[in-house]
């Protein structure tokens, strides 16, 4: 293929590179793509220039008369002087060179959404694995649900299970009520034991906040006794972290108290109807 053709190819190729790249710059656009497509991109736009330009001073060294005007400076004197003694040719100013000129051998097409009428977007439903779950979670617990109260609208299985009369009791009823009196012994013990856990959590608490506070005043002992000789960090900077999370500690033991004596309320409400 000819330089010229080649050229023009590759500067029109070099025009649609510029066009992307400008239109992937765009805030919209930009937030969707990966980061290394810009330079790719803008890479291959500088590479189809620097054909361009190559072979269109390939066609300009053939032409001997545009030679001269696009040599590099470091051979701009041998230029001279060769033209001088041998071509004696009119050197043209680099502003009057001929552009390459471009031959358009592809257009721009707009990315339409559904490429085809029956499009079916396989990431449509593409969520995270957590979501994922939940939403199997929350299908199977409204199916659950959904299956109980129409279970019970029914009186089922009672009504199936009842088929020896009204004096004897059915399978369904003993172990529901066995459960219900299982799960309120564990319901109760867990109540009788809150206090104790509680305790030993507050005594955990007060002894590491009872250690701290000793520290400190050890510290403000020494800084006094030995004054600018104690240059260690100050202890009530080094203990900030700790007093931090000793305070956070304690609301969460006042917050499990206050919720504590609410469910216990509700729960001997419950029993008590």
Do not use: C
């Given at each position: 293929m000819k330089d010229a053709i080649i050229s023009k190819v590759a500067s029109a190729a070099s025009d649609?590179?510029?066009?992307?790249?400008?239109?992937?710059?765009?805030?919209e656009v930009s937030l969707n793509l990966p980061k290394e497509w810009v330079p790719i991109v803008a890479g291959k736009q500088a590479l189809m220039h620097a054909y361009s330009e190559y072979h269109q001073a390939l066609v300009c060294r053939s032409g001997k008369n545009q030679a001269v005007?696009?040599?590099?400076?470091?051979?701009?004197?041998?230029?001279?002087k060769d033209n001088e003694l041998i071509y004696s040719d009119i050197v043209p100013e680099v502003?009057?060179?001929?552009?390459?000129?471009?031959a358009v051998i592809a257009k721009i097409l707009d990315v339409q959404s559904q490429m085809t009428e029956n499009f079916t977007d396989l990431f449509e439903k593409l969520v995270p694995?957590?979501?994922?779950?939940?939403?199997v979670a929350y299908e199977n617990r409204k199916a659950g649900i959904v299956n109980q109260e129409r279970a019970c609208?029914?009186?089922?299985?009672?009504?199936?299970?009842?088929?020896?009369?009204?004096?004897?009791?059915?399978?369904?009823?003993?172990?529901?009520?066995?459960c219900k009196r299982v799960e309120t012994g564990i319901i109760d013990?867990?109540?009788?034991?809150?206090?104790?856990?509680?305790?030993?959590?507050?005594?955990?608490?007060?002894?590491?906040?009872?250690?701290?506070?000793?520290?400190?005043?050890?510290d403000?002992?020494?800084?006094?006794?030995?004054?600018?000789?104690?240059?260690?960090?100050?202890s009530e900077q080094l203990q900030a972290a700790f007093r931090s999370e000793g305070n956070k500690y304690k609301q969460?033991?006042?917050?499990?108290?206050?919720?504590?004596?609410?469910?216990?309320?509700k729960y001997t409400l419950t029993e008590s109807t």
């Open positions: 649609l590179y510029t066009e992307a790249l400008n239109a992937m710059q765009l805030d005007g696009r040599k590099y400076h470091k051979e701009l004197t041998a230029a001279k502003s009057n060179l001929k552009s390459p000129g471009s694995l957590s979501i994922h779950n939940a939403m609208s029914l009186n089922l299985p009672a009504a199936v299970e009842d088929l020896g009369g009204d004096t004897i009791l059915n399978r369904s009823s003993k172990n529901l009520n066995s013990k867990l109540f009788s034991d809150l206090p104790e856990l509680l305790e030993r959590n507050r005594a955990i608490l007060s002894e590491a906040m009872k250690d701290l506070d000793n520290e400190a005043t050890a403000r002992e020494m800084k006094e006794k030995f004054k600018e000789k104690w240059s260690r960090t100050p969460i033991l006042d917050n499990a108290i206050q919720a504590d004596h609410v469910v216990k309320e």
